[in-house]
């Protein structure tokens, strides 16, 4: 950290001094803290609190498989460059290895220490091996011979056996046994098709509730039925992390679905980013590893707790709605059977949908009622995350048979959802739809859905753009925008920027759209920019913004000068941010705050004061260099005015009042909670006002009162 004193001494006009600057990766450490945090949370139901910690453990998996495993391999290219806040990579690594080690182990303490005794008074025990009753590891052991032994392949390693493949997350028991004299080492895969948990029946659990055994304590137990023969010794849980980035030579690939295909396979052997293991391992089970897997020892990490805490996720699935939030379903803009006027309803004005607060069912009855509809002759749609029982896949194939032309693009590179989208793509294409990849060294992430419809005046577009993906189960969770509309030039834009992804268009000028990589970096510029200008007119300058990340320096030095000029920048940004607030000279009307709460923050929103005209965007780019340069990004402004000033003034005015989910960043890259703007009353918890809102918002427009005063 540095202190505010050395930072002013080295600001010049430039602003590229690297104190100026928050690195990325400590950033994103910062922000799973912040989750970590709601585990401890004690206002969260407890499952929910289980789901926090899982979510914690998870990204932190995620984290070492990209970010991790991208500076190790830079490393080993010989690249050890200094990144724009002045650390190496090897500074880096060494700083990420300790912060994650000391939040390894703040996880396992939530874990053990927190919990695990909660869920035991609440009647969840989980049951440790050394306390199993004979009557415990009896149905225990029935339960592995019928369950677990016949999907389980010990392999030896010996000179007459090479040491095993291990995958990506797998959890392994490093096996020692003593056979014909000689002490020898074998590796047994904990199988996936089963839970980690195994619940023993209510008469051996001695009460009420649930009695909960580790998996892998059920198969360490019953270890000697695979090694018939021979003495088990030990045997030690341990798994492996690798790189699980999909390096893609694009300009090579002659199909992009084949190599990637490709590439999915070769991703199973990605170097190792770290290898976990557990505290009791001994020294001479942990070199074997080690030589083997050919890791440095920075790399190990020895867990004081249980290995592979993000399948506590399954805990929080366990049918006890007392414990967990009650179930929320939100008002829908639409019914299913207002099919037929929902044309009619976006010919007289746009429409905006906000989930979870309202229902996902808008954008499927949107998509529903042009597959039905007879005057709709063309559907156009982007697909980057669709999840894995999508009824928008079945829309579309019905589209398709039913005559219509129907092109779809299904980004392949989409991280993690490489595999389903390949399955969605073949679907899609044995039904007909017209279906295209993504462009060479670009992802498409923009999320678009365009509806072409003869209707009595002649042939109308109708466009949907949102801020999140085409997902059911995720609109759920993550708070997103969606527009509908039909104004002349946005959905002209949407045409033209269809014919780019879907053939050879080039084009590089929108009417209002803002597009990534043609457009947007140069347009949120020239944004920021005019309310320098208007500033130093002596006008109000103003900057609200919300995003999911913010770590593109061009932006965040244009950001450092609007608030040199006298600019007001609110910043709302739920992960990685490298602006330094607070900072005299440079950043002291800066802002930024972080919301961390029951739903995933998703949702984009770009507001402009613009000298009294504000103007505010909508889209699917967070500020970052790959959202602006390497992927097809929209920006979309929302036009009508009654819903831009609902977005201003009711969403984001909301997330600024936050001060019971949102922390504050400080200038030297900690959060604190920030001071409640209302002092007197309960702390304003955004998302929970915005749930009642919609609730109240969905109940006036059902009883014919449309729209209604922001209390």
């Not at 830079?74 to 050890?80: F, H, I, V």
């Not at 007459?160 to 014909?180: C, D, E, M, Q, T």
């Not at 702390?683 to 809102?693: C, F, G, S, T």
């Amino acid at each position: 950290m540095h202190t505010t004193e050395r930072i002013e001494e080295r600001v010049d006009s430039t602003l590229t001094d690297p104190h100026l600057f928050i690195n990325r990766e400590l950033s994103w450490l910062a922000f799973n803290e912040r989750v970590l945090a709601q585990a401890h949370d004690p206002d969260h139901p407890l499952l929910e609190r289980v789901r926090f910690l899982s979510i914690t453990a998870s990204n932190l998996d995620e984290f070492f498989m990209i970010r991790v495993a991208t500076l190790l391999r830079r490393l080993r290219a010989g690249a050890d460059d200094v990144s724009a806040d002045g650390l190496s990579t090897t500074q880096q690594l060494e700083l990420v290895r300790r912060w994650t080690e000391a939040m390894t182990e703040r996880l396992s303490a939530c874990w053990d220490a927190t919990l695990r005794p909660e869920l035991s008074t609440h009647g969840i025990r989980l049951i440790d091996l050394n306390d199993l009753t004979d009557e415990m590891s009896s149905y225990l052991e029935a339960y592995f011979n019928r369950e677990i032994f016949p999907v389980l392949t010990p392999l030896a390693f010996d000179p007459g056996h090479p040491f095993p493949h291990i995958s990506n997350l797998s959890k392994n028991l490093a096996v020692v046994v003593r056979h014909g004299g000689r002490t020898k080492f074998a590796r047994v895969k904990l199988p996936d098709v089963v839970s980690r948990f195994v619940a023993l029946p209510r008469e051996l659990s001695g009460g009420e509730g649930v009695a909960l055994v580790w998996l892998e304590d059920v198969v360490r137990a019953n270890l000697q039925r695979l090694f018939p023969g021979a003495t088990v010794t030990a045997a030690h849980l341990f798994r492996v992390i690798r790189d699980a980035d999909l390096v893609i030579q694009e300009d090579e690939a002659d199909d992009l679905l084949e190599t990637i295909d490709q590439s999915l396979k070769q991703r199973r052997r990605g170097a190792l980013a770290r290898l976990e293991v557990e505290a009791s391992m001994p020294q001479h089970v942990l070199s074997i590893l080690v030589e083997n897997f050919e890791i440095e020892e920075t790399r190990v990490f020895r867990a004081p707790a249980r290995l592979g805490l993000s399948d506590t996720v399954q805990l929080s699935r366990l049918p006890r709605p007392e414990l967990k939030y009650a179930p929320f379903v939100p008002p829908a803009m639409w019914r299913a059977e207002d099919a037929d006027g929902i044309f009619e309803d976006l010919r007289q004005r746009d429409r905006l949908v906000h989930h979870p607060f309202q229902s996902f069912g808008a954008v499927e009855t949107f998509l529903r009622a042009a597959t039905l509809d007879p005057h709709v002759v063309g559907i156009k749609m982007t697909l980057y995350r669709i999840g894995t029982d999508s009824p928008l896949i079945d829309l579309l194939v019905d589209a398709a048979e039913a005559g219509k032309q129907v092109a779809v693009l299904v980004e392949l590179k989409a991280r993690f959802d490489e595999r389903n989208n390949i399955q969605w793509a073949n679907r899609l294409e044995a039904a007909g739809v017209h279906v295209a990849y993504g462009l060479v060294n670009l992802k498409t992430h923009a999320k678009l859905c365009l509806v072409v419809r003869k209707d009595h005046d002649g042939v109308r577009r109708y466009a949907h753009i949102g801020t999140g993906n085409y997902n059911a189960d995720t609109a759920r969770a993550y708070t997103d925008i969606g527009l509908f509309t039909t104004r002349a030039a946005i959905v002209e834009d949407v045409a033209d920027l269809f014919n780019y992804l879907t053939g050879y268009s080039s084009r590089r000028e929108y009417r209002e759209l803002l597009v990534a990589p043609v457009s947007l970096r140069s347009g949120v510029m020239a944004l920021i920019a005019g309310e320098v200008a208007h500033a130093e007119a002596g006008k109000d300058a103003h900057i609200v913004i919300k995003c999911n990340a913010l770590t593109d320096h061009e932006v965040i030095r244009a950001l450092y000068r609007a608030s040199q000029a006298g600019v007001q920048i609110d910043l709302i940004v739920r992960g990685v941010c490298s602006l330094r607030p607070g900072i005299p000279g440079v950043s002291e009307r800066i802002t930024v705050r972080s919301i961390v709460g029951r739903f995933l923050e998703h949702s984009r929103l770009f507001w402009f004061e613009n000298g009294g005209d504000s103007r505010l965007y909508i889209g699917s780019a967070d500020l970052m260099e790959r959202n602006l340069d390497r992927r097809v990004e929209v920006l979309c402004p929302i036009v009508d005015r009654r819903l831009a000033a609902h977005l201003r003034t009711v969403v984001l005015a909301t997330y600024q009042r936050d001060a019971k989910r949102a922390t504050a960043l400080n200038q030297d890259g900690t959060y604190d909670a920030p001071v409640p703007p209302d002092p007197d009353g309960q702390p304003v918890e955004a998302q929970a006002i915005l749930m009642d809102y919609y609730a109240l918002e969905g109940r006036r427009e059902r009883d014919g009162h449309l729209g209604h005063e922001w209390p």
